[in-house]
C-alpha cells in the first residue's frame, strides 16, 4: 500500500482557509435559524427520541418545547436539565434547541454492543425494579438490577408483579425466598394490576421523588403506570407465546407527572441487562452483603471462591451469606468475559 504524499506548508494552509470558510458558512446558516429561537432559558427533558427532545420549562406554566439537540450536545436523556432556546416561530417545521446539559447528580446507563456505555436516565431519585411471575420469575435478574443500581448509587425498591397468577401458597413460598432482599435492606413490594395489590404502597414511596422503571421486557411496567397514572395511556403488550419473553411496548423514555407529587420516568425495557462494562471489583461491590468481609481475606487478590482465607466464601458456609445470592454473583462474574464485545477485549 503506497503512503500518503506529504503536504506542503502552501498545501496545509490552504486546507486550513477552507476549512475555516465551512465553519464561518456554517456558523452564518446557524445565525440566520437563530432568528427563530428565544433567549436561553433553563428546562428539563421529559421526553427523547431520535434527534429530538421534548423540553419543560422550570416555571409554573410547565410550557413544553420541541427541540432540537446541537451537535456538540453528546448526550441527552429523559430527566435532564438543561439550557435550551425555545423556538418563537409560528412554523410547525421550526424547533427549539437545547444548548447545553447540566451536570447530573445521577445517571442510570446500560452498555450497548455498538454505542458502548449508553445513558437511559438522569437525575433520578429512585429505582424501580419490576419483575413478574410471567415471563418467569428469575431472582439473578433481579440480582443482576440491584448491583446496576448499586453501581449508579441510586437506591432500588423491588416490585413483583402479576402475582394475581399465584395460589395463596405459591404466593407464601415466593415471598419466603424472596425475604432475603428484605434481610439485606431492600424494600420489596408484591403488586397486581388485577387485584390493586401493593398499588397504594408503591404508589406512597413515589411521592417527592424522580423515579424510574426497569426491568425486562412484558414484566408488566406500563400496565404499572396506567394504574398509577390513569391519564399515561401508556400502550400494553402481551407475551410472546412462541418465546415465552415479553414484548416491547415503551419506545421512548418519558417523564410523567405524579398527582401526588414526584415523576415516573417510564424507559423502554431491556431483556438482558448487561454488566459487562463494569470491572470485578464493582460486581462484587454492588452486592451489598459482601462489604462487611472486602478487603479482610488472607489474598489481596482474593477471587471469592475456593481461596484460603476467604471471608466471603467463609460466611456463605456459615449461613451469613446467601447461598443462592452468592452463586448468583459466580454466575455475573463468569459470564462477563463472555458476553463482553471482542473489541473490548482485546
Known amino acids: 500500500m503506497s503512503k500518503k504524499p506529504k503536504l506542503s506548508k502552501n498545501q ?7 476549512r475555516s470558510k465551512r ?9 440566520q435559524d437563530n432568528s427563530t429561537l428565544g433567549d436561553a432559558i433553563n428546562g428539563r427533558v421529559v421526553s427523547r427520541f431520535g434527534k429530538h427532545a421534548i423540553v419543560e420549562t422550570l416555571d409554573e ?4 418545547h420541541k427541540c432540537y439537540i446541537r451537535r456538540t450536545v453528546k448526550s441527552v436523556v429523559c430527566g435532564d436539565q438543561v439550557v435550551f432556546r425555545p423556538s418563537v416561530s409560528s412554523e410547525e417545521r421550526d424547533r427549539g434547541i437545547v444548548e447545553t446539559v447540566l451536570d447530573r447528580k445521577s445517571t442510570l446507563s ?23 411471575i410471567i415471563p418467569a420469575l428469575s431472582t439473578h435478574i433481579i440480582d443482576r438490577y440491584l448491583v446496576a443500581c448499586e453501581h449508579a448509587q441510586i437506591p432500588p425498591v423491588v416490585v413483583i408483579n402479576k402475582v394475581e397468577l399465584l395460589t395463596p401458597q405459591a404466593l407464601d413460598e415466593t415471598k419466603a425466598t424472596l425475604s432475603i432482599y428484605e434481610k439485606i435492606g431492600y424494600k420489596v413490594i408484591f403488586a397486581s394490576c388485577r387485584t390493586d395489590e401493593g398499588l397504594a404502597e408503591l404508589s406512597s414511596i413515589l411521592i417527592d421523588k424522580v423515579n424510574v422503571l426497569v426491568g425486562q421486557s412484558g414484566v408488566g411496567k406500563s400496565s404499572l403506570v396506567n394504574q398509577l397514572l390513569p391519564h399515561s395511556d401508556e400502550v400494553v403488550g402481551e407475551v410472546s407465546g412462541n418465546s415465552g419473553l415479553g414484548q416491547h411496548t415503551t419506545t421512548a423514555a418519558k417523564l410523567i407527572p405524579f398527582t401526588l407529587g414526584g415523576e415516573l420516568i417510564d424507559s423502554p425495557g431491556v431483556r438482558e441487562f448487561g454488566l459487562w462494562h463494569l470491572p470485578v471489583e464493582d460486581i462484587t461491590n454492588g452486592f451489598v452483603e459482601f462489604r462487611e468481609y472486602l478487603g479482610g ?13 476467604c471471608l466471603i466464601r467463609a460466611a ?19 459470564s462477563l468475559d463472555q458476553n463482553r464485545p471482542a473489541y473490548i477485549k482485546e
Not at 406554566?61 to 413544553?64: G, L
Not at 446500560?110 to 413478574?132: E, F, H, L
Open 23 to 31: 465553519l464561518n458558512s456554517d456558523h452564518s446558516k446557524s445565525d
Open 61 to 64: 406554566s410547565r410550557d413544553q
Open 12 to 18: 496545509q494552509r490552504q486546507i486550513a482557509a477552507n
Open 110 to 132: 446500560r452498555p450497548d454492543y455498538y454505542d458502548g456505555i449508553k445513558p437511559i436516565a438522569a437525575n433520578i431519585d429512585q429505582i424501580i425494579v419490576v419483575s413478574s
Open 297 to 309: 481475606c488472607k489474598f489481596s487478590d482474593c477471587k471469592h471462591r475456593n481461596d484460603p482465607g
Open 316 to 334: 456463605v458456609e456459615e449461613g451469613n451469606i446467601d447461598a443462592e445470592r452468592y452463586d448468583s454473583y459466580l454466575k455475573i462474574v463468569d
